[in-house]
C-alpha cells in the first residue's frame, strides 16, 4: 500500500492551480485526496475512476512523484528505439552476412538488438516489427526439398540397383 502524506497532498492542490488538462487535475486530485485521508473507492466515486486505478496512481505518485502524474508517458505513437539511420547502421552488420548465403537467426538479431538500445524486449514481436519496416523479410530453409521422393520409393529404388 501507497501511503501520502499530507504536505504531499497540499503540494499536489498548489501544482493542480496550475494545470489546464482535465486529465491531469483528475489524476493529481485523485492523489491528493488519497493524501487528504480518502480511501480508495471513496475517491473513485469523487473521480469517476476505478478504484484500483486510484491505487495505480498513487503506486505512480509515489514512484515517479508529480512528473509521473502530469506527463501521460505516451510517445506521440513514434515508439520506435532508434532512428531510421541508427537502424541502417545496426542491420549493416547482418547485411553483408546475409547476402554470403549464412543464416542469421532472428534471436541473434534480437540479442543485438537489445543491446543496441539498451533495454530487454519480452517478445520478439518488436524484432519481427524492426525487420518488417526495414523491408527485411525472415526466410527459413525448408526440412527437406520439395520434390524429394517419399522414403518407400527411396528403398524401391535401392533395392532396384543393387541387384
Known amino acids: 500500500m501507497y501511503t501520502i502524506s499530507k504536505e504531499s497532498a497540499s503540494k499536489i492542490r498548489e501544482t493542480m492551480k496550475g494545470i489546464k ?3 491531469v487535475y ?7 485526496l488519497r493524501g487528504e485521508g480518502k480511501k480508495n473507492g471513496e475517491v473513485a466515486e469523487i473521480t469517476g475512476f476505478h478504484s484500483d486505478y ?3 496512481l498513487c503506486k505512480l505518485y509515489c514512484k515517479e512523484g508529480l512528473e ?3 506527463s501521460d508517458g505516451r510517445k506521440g505513437g513514434n515508439n520506435r528505439n532508434m532512428s531510421d539511420v541508427e ?3 545496426f542491420l549493416e552488420r547482418f547485411e553483408e552476412r546475409a547476402k554470403n548465403g549464412q543464416i542469421i537467426t532472428i534471436e541473434e ?3 543485438a538488438y537489445d543491446e543496441s538500445v539498451g533495454k530487454e524486449h519480452s517478445s520478439l514481436s518488436t524484432i519481427y516489427y ?3 519496416n526495414h523491408n527485411w523479410r ?3 530453409p525448408r526440412r527437406q526439398h520439395p520434390g524429394k521422393a517419399s522414403d518407400e520409393d527411396i528403398e524401391s529404388s535401392k533395392k532396384l540397383t543393387l541387384r
Not at 483528475?26 to 491528493?32: F, G, M
Request: net charge positive; glycine share 8%.
Open 21 to 23: 488538462k482535465a486529465t
Open 26 to 32: 483528475k489524476r493529481l486530485q485523485a492523489v491528493a
Open 54 to 56: 486510484v491505487g495505480q
Open 68 to 70: 509521473g502524474l502530469i
Open 87 to 89: 537502424a541502417e547502421e
Open 109 to 111: 538479431i534480437a540479442k
Open 130 to 132: 524492426f525487420m518488417h
Open 138 to 140: 525472415i526466410v527459413t
